[in-house]
């Protein structure tokens, strides 16, 4: 049976797991296996994010909406650490430190300009 979801819980789903991922990605313990963790976890929330750009306009509170989406526009204009992961796994993946400076860079990144902070409470309003 197919079920049609309204748009509040299609983008509540969204955000969580663009949340759960983060989530991943913090409690990571910078370990060379780590870092493909990493890789996935962040191609997961930039394809969410790129959903959700698209999406935003489902949401009805009009001021949020033209925030979160100026929000993942700046992230994906400012940022992408696909090369530089990818770089990292096949040179230092050994090297615990590194690990750490590209995790926290991804981490400074969705926490620049409060993305993830938005995020977490536009989901908290649509729960």
């Not at 979801?5 to 990605?25: F, R, T």
């Not at 509170?61 to 530089?84: A, P």
Request: a neutral charge; proline letters at 1%.
């Amino acid at each position: 049976m197919f079920v049609i979801k309204s748009n509040n819980e299609y983008l509540s789903d969204i955000l969580k797991k663009i949340l759960n991922s983060y989530s991943i990605i913090e409690n990571l313990s910078d370990q060379p296996n780590d870092l493909e963790l990493l890789e996935i976890e962040l191609k997961k929330i930039n394809g969410f994010l790129l959903v959700l750009e698209k999406k935003v306009t489902l949401l009805t509170n009009s001021s949020v909406t033209k925030k979160l989406e100026n929000k993942i526009r700046l992230y994906f204009q400012n940022y992408d650490f696909s090369r530089e992961i990818i770089l990292l796994i096949d040179t230092y993946s050994n090297d615990n430190l590194r690990v750490r400076n590209i995790r926290n860079s991804v981490i400074n990144s969705l926490d620049d300009g409060k993305l993830m902070n938005i995020i977490h409470e536009v989901y908290q309003e649509l729960k």
